[in-house]
């Protein structure tokens, strides 16, 4: 009883942490796009769309950019599927806690199932997210060879095909996520003391890979990415 103790508590506050993290980096997105990498990201993302469509030229170019995302992606989701068939099969093989010697914690039958299951449901929603990301860079292959000056359309701009795009940026981002969201899942195999502190670990690396610093000691004046409207990153 005393060994669930300690899964009863630092579990649920590492997991609190990073979730906490998150919905703060999402207010900053929508708040403030220029101080995060992710809004930053997807307001160069449609003006490197406009720029595509604007000259015919790029075709190529635009359809080799997409198709090494959809390759990245791809390589994400081959990975993830292929790593969640490898978690259930150690969920069926019997005696899986005797594979792990040095466990602090709940070292029980029902405690490892549920720690291998939530690690099965992280890799199982990194491969949903990066299909969709595939998905939605796929249209824009397509989309962003069409000729929208030339054809008088309200349903196709640089605009849309912008927005398309972006939803592939963002659904890849998820699903690498998803892949860091994994990693303290593991480790929580092996104890809830290195789960927390992974955890904690991850929020620092994350807001160092989340938010930029370039843009904070510039005036109004002097950011461009500033002078953009901020609905544009969503």
């Known amino acids: 009883m005393k060994d669930q103790v300690l899964d009863y508590f630092l579990v649920p506050l590492g997991l609190l942490i990073m979730v906490g993290y998150h919905v703060m980096l999402f207010y900053k997105i929508i708040k403030?796009?220029?101080?995060?990498?992710?809004?930053?990201?997807?307001?160069?993302?449609?003006?490197?769309?406009?720029?595509?469509?604007?000259?015919?030229?790029?075709?190529?170019?635009?359809?080799?950019?997409?198709?090494?995302?959809?390759?990245?992606?791809?390589?994400?989701?081959?990975?993830?599927?292929?790593?969640?068939?490898?978690?259930?099969?150690?969920?069926?093989?019997?005696?899986?806690?005797?594979?792990?010697?040095?466990?602090?914690?709940?070292?029980?039958?029902?405690?490892?199932?549920?720690?291998?299951?939530?690690?099965?449901?992280?890799?199982?929603?990194?491969?949903?997210?990066?299909?969709?990301?595939?998905?939605?860079?796929?249209?824009?292959?397509?989309?962003?060879?069409?000729?929208?000056?030339k054809i008088s359309s309200p349903y196709m701009s640089a605009d849309y095909v912008g927005r398309i795009v972006n939803r592939g940026g963002y659904f890849w981002s998820l699903g690498l996520r998803a892949f860091y969201f994994s990693f303290p899942l593991f480790l929580w195999i092996f104890g809830p003391i290195p789960m927390f502190c992974s955890c904690i670990c991850l929020v620092v690396l994350f807001y160092f890979l989340d938010f930029t610093v370039e843009f904070r000691g510039l005036s109004d004046g002097e950011c461009v990415l500033d002078d953009i409207d901020e609905e544009q990153a969503l």
């Open 32 to 149: 403030h796009p220029t101080k995060t990498v992710v809004g930053i990201h997807a307001i160069n993302r449609r003006l490197w769309v406009q720029a595509m469509m604007e000259d015919t030229k790029n075709a190529v170019l635009a359809v080799q950019t997409l198709r090494n995302n959809i390759m990245a992606s791809t390589l994400l989701a081959s990975t993830a599927i292929m790593l969640s068939s490898v978690i259930a099969v150690l969920m069926t093989s019997r005696g899986s806690g005797s594979m792990f010697g040095l466990v602090l914690g709940d070292a029980s039958p029902m405690g490892f199932s549920i720690k291998f299951f939530s690690i099965v449901v992280c890799f199982l929603l990194a491969f949903l997210l990066n299909v969709q990301s595939i998905r939605y860079y796929s249209h824009a292959s397509i989309l962003i060879n069409v000729p929208f000056k």
